[in-house]
């Protein structure tokens, strides 16, 4: 009787185990069965597929996904951003980083490309200096915020630097509404958020001489103001 209760209770392990496993195709084509374990990383969904000798580990791309399945495993590109700038790794400050504002073609037909707006974010020269030490996402100072703003935002939006010694005044209107608005906060670096083609301001984000917790504080702000944005015009 003891052995017939722990193949029984086997079973509907077994059973359950099979239940929330689920499959999953990719924007390519790729389909997996039996997917199960799945975890959020910085560089995308991890999960466990198949069974026996044909299970393996997969990691995919969240551009290779589609916007059901993203939502249906919580992905939140901008929280993964967050979480990862709390690491506080390095990052050698150079102007490679992000289009200027002379490459500004390329970026909006890559904005365009990639369904996604454009964060124009104004820079002192001196914040770049590759030979130097690295810059820290979690520190204080102009340079550290800089790299704070690349970890929570490179991904999500392109970005576009431009020299407040030199390029403020070429800027596109809708950059200039955010860059001599009154949430550019009198610190750079500061970014105005817009659409993909320049024709709409939807936010400045600001430095506002802040430590990490403050500037941490202002960027969710100004990422519930950009998500809300792009739910409104998700069909455009």
Same mark, same amino acid.
């Given at each position: 009787?003891?052995?017939?209760?722990?193949?029984?209770?086997?079973?509907?392990?077994?059973?359950?185990?099979?239940?929330?496993?689920?499959?999953?195709?990719?924007?390519?084509?790729?389909?997996?069965?039996?997917?199960?374990?799945?975890?959020?990383?910085?560089?995308?969904?991890?999960?466990?597929?198949?069974?026996?000798?044909?299970?393996?580990?997969?990691?995919?791309?969240?551009?290779?996904?589609?916007?059901?399945?993203?939502?249906?495993?919580?992905?939140?590109?901008?929280?993964?951003?967050?979480?990862?700038?709390?690491?506080?790794?390095?990052?050698?400050?150079?102007?490679?980083?992000?289009?200027?504002?002379?490459?500004?073609?390329a970026a909006r037909k890559k904005a365009e490309a990639e369904h996604?707006?454009?964060?124009?974010?104004?820079?002192?020269?001196?914040?770049?200096?590759?030979?130097?030490?690295?810059?820290?996402?979690?520190?204080?100072?102009?340079?550290?915020?800089?790299?704070?703003?690349?970890?929570?935002?490179?991904?999500?939006?392109?970005?576009?630097?431009?020299?407040?010694?030199?390029?403020?005044?070429?800027?596109?209107?809708?950059?200039?509404?955010?860059?001599?608005?009154? +949430?550019?906060? $009198?610190?750079?670096?500061? =970014?105005?958020?817009?659409? *993909?083609?320049?024709? /709409? &301001?939807?936010? @400045?984000?600001?430095?506002?001489?802040? +430590?990490?917790? $403050?500037?941490?504080?202002? =960027?969710?702000?100004?990422? *519930?103001?950009?998500? /809300? &944005?792009?739910? @409104?015009?998700?069909?455009?």
């Open positions: 009787m003891q052995t017939k209760c722990l193949l029984s209770l086997a079973l509907i392990c077994f059973a359950a185990s099979r239940s929330l496993s689920d499959d999953l195709t990719t924007l390519d084509g790729q389909k997996y069965q039996d997917v199960r374990d799945v975890s959020l990383k910085p560089n995308g969904l991890f999960f466990v597929a198949g069974n026996g000798e044909s299970m393996r580990g997969v990691t995919v791309a969240y551009t290779n996904l589609s916007r059901a399945t993203q939502d249906k495993y919580h992905y939140d590109s901008y929280e993964l951003a967050m979480a990862f700038a709390r690491q506080n790794q390095g990052i050698y400050l150079n102007k490679n980083l992000a289009f200027s504002l002379d490459q500004l073609d996604k707006l454009l964060g124009f974010i104004l820079v002192w020269d001196n914040f770049f200096h590759p030979a130097g030490p690295p810059a820290q996402p979690v520190g204080d100072y102009s340079e550290n915020a800089l790299a704070h703003f690349y970890d929570v935002f490179h991904n999500n939006m392109v970005l576009v630097f431009v020299s407040h010694e030199r390029e403020l005044g070429k800027v596109p209107a809708a950059v200039s509404q955010g860059f001599r608005g009154p +949430d550019e906060g $009198g610190y750079a670096p500061s =970014m105005a958020v817009v659409t *993909a083609d320049c024709s /709409k &301001f939807i936010c @400045e984000v600001p430095y506002s001489k802040k +430590d990490f917790a $403050g500037r941490e504080q202002i =960027m969710r702000a100004r990422i *519930a103001v950009i998500k /809300k &944005f792009l739910a @409104e015009n998700r069909g455009e």
